[in-house]
């Protein structure tokens, strides 16, 4: 009899990829869904959708107690950027807890979704882990998706988290599809200068892998970075979306862009992180297998079929 994993945002960008390779390699999935759409989409990846939203407490619990793996991509901010950062941990964090409640004393894996910019920058801009400092009090990135795991660990959860890097990238999607959908309507993109703050990236599909490898080797309490290239500027992704585009790309300073964008993106576009990913490949066995690294991939792989439906669209 397969295994069953219960995964919430099934439907987005890389919970669609875990789901497409799950599925694959045999597990049978279970899926939270938010609406009729989400229920088609899911459903022509292999997946059974269960209706409720991350707010569903109760619906998180049961389906949680039911499967062999638990794995939750949800966040809050997903569908509401300009959510205060209290609304948005306090609904993280109870969908977490629910989940948690649904796993406790099983030994089953609860694999949640965290961030590489949880750790601090290295100081002198070397390669930082999972045990380098976090932020303090009161720094955007300083109430992360790991907060709980002691709670957690004492309860008897199972819970293992995955740090993505800041810019996952591939299949045309993610934070680059996001650029380009803001650059568009603009008809030239932006950068927040001076840019070369170093950045670290990971294809989709090496991510999607790491979350099921953890699905079988998660081990209690552990963290591990789904990273791949940490020297990317942040402006040679601004330049290189230009470029596909045929956009110019222009330099905003950081003040210009949280007073007409927000907060939230003018301190990712100038975040640093370069996170290493030696802990995943040495303790795991997982590697990375993506052919184009991110600015390739958007000047000649999967982002210029997007740039050109685009084009073709503001005709």
Known sequence: MSKTIFITGGSGYIGAVIIEYAVAQGYSVTALSRSESSD???RALGAN????DIKSLDVL?????KADIVINMAD???SDFN???DERWATNYAANNALAAGVKGTNKPLIITSGAMTAQPHPEDEETDEKSPGWPEGHIYARGFESN?????DQGVRVAYVRLAPYVYGRGGSGVRLYMDSFAPRGKGFFIKPGTALTTTVHVEDAARLYLILAEKAVAGESYNATSETDIQQK????AIC????FPCEELDVEEVKAKMGMFLAIFMTAKCRSSNKKAREQLGWSVQAEKGILEEIRSGSYVDVAKAMKKQAK
């Open 149 to 153: 795991k002691q709670t957690y660990l």
């Open 49 to 52: 959708p269960v209706r409720g």
């Open 236 to 239: 040679q992704i601004s330049e």
């Open 243 to 246: 470029e596909t585009l045929g």
């Open 61 to 65: 619990t049961a389906e949680a107690s």
């Open 83 to 85: 959510i205060s950062q």
């Open 40 to 42: 088609s989409k899911l």
């Open 76 to 78: 809050a901010i997903a």
